[in-house]
């Protein structure tokens, strides 16, 4: 059984920083590409950032130049470190990650960690 387990999400003031980590565990050959989620109230999950197992990244515009997606693979973890935050970027933040088990690849999701950025 693959898990996906999110941590360091918060309340942070606007322009305030935090760092997310999501970390792989189970039983699994290797993890292809990650990515980080998010949904605000009433809104449709949105793709924020993406990595490959090479380190090629992809960002949604809204997050260009404020967040950074990292992974450590000795650690099966990635990481989004999110800089100068906003009111809108409150929001439940999923990561989720290409996982290839026995010989089928397929993809996870953790459960999920707020982020709430507030005055």
């Known amino acids: 059984q693959v898990q996906l387990v999110e941590s360091g999400g918060g309340l942070v003031q606007p322009g305030g920083s935090l760092r997310l980590s999501c970390a792989v565990s189970g039983r699994f050959f290797s993890i292809y590409d990650m990515g980080w989620y998010r949904q605000a109230p009433g809104k449709q999950r949105e793709l924020v950032a993406g990595?490959?197992?090479?380190?090629?990244?992809n960002y949604a515009d809204s997050v260009k130049g404020r967040f950074t997606i990292s992974r450590d693979n000795a650690k099966n973890t990635s990481y989004l470190q999110m800089n100068s935050l906003k009111v809108e970027d409150t929001a439940v933040y999923f990561c989720n990650a290409d996982v290839l088990v026995g010989f089928t690849k397929r993809q996870y999701w953790g459960q999920g960690t707020q982020v709430t950025v507030s005055s």
């Open positions: 990595i490959t197992s090479g380190g090629s990244t």
